[in-house]
């Protein structure tokens, strides 16, 4: 069992920066991935980055890539997420998950935080 706590959503203006934060109460090596999904109003789900715990590879959405960067702290469990050149698009609630796989698939993932809201304003 692994409880998953996002944090450092906010409001930002488009073009600015957040860094997003999932710290796990377990330990994150236990899992072999961690990802970053968001929801906004209307929307499904959707996987935005995830990173192995065992050898950081990562995957992105093609929506994020260049401006979103995922890292892992395994030393405080604590996994981020970089978000850089925002857009209003962007506002959703962001998810943290834990899994099995290495997908930006919401079925790979068994454990979930409780969401950090991001909205960007333009």
């Known amino acids: 069992q692994v409880t998953l706590v996002e944090s450092g959503g906010g409001l930002v203006q488009a073009g600015g920066s957040l860094r997003l934060s999932c710290a796990a109460s377990?330990?994150?090596?236990?899992?072999?991935?961690v990802a970053w999904f968001r929801q906004a109003p209307g929307l499904e789900r959707e996987g935005v980055a995830c990173i192995s715990s065992t050898d950081g590879d990562t995957l992105y959405a093609d929506f994020v890539k260049g401006r979103f960067t995922i890292v892992r702290d395994t030393a405080t469990n604590t996994v981020y997420l970089q978000m850089n050149s925002l857009f209003p698009d962007d506002t959703a609630v962001y998810y943290c998950?834990?899994?099995?796989?290495?997908?930006?698939?919401?079925?790979?993932?068994?454990?979930w935080g409780q969401g950090t809201q991001v909205t960007v304003s333009s």
């Open positions: 998950a834990a899994g099995r796989v290495l997908v930006l698939w919401a079925w790979g993932y068994d454990y």
């Open positions: 377990g330990s994150i090596s236990d899992y072999y991935s």
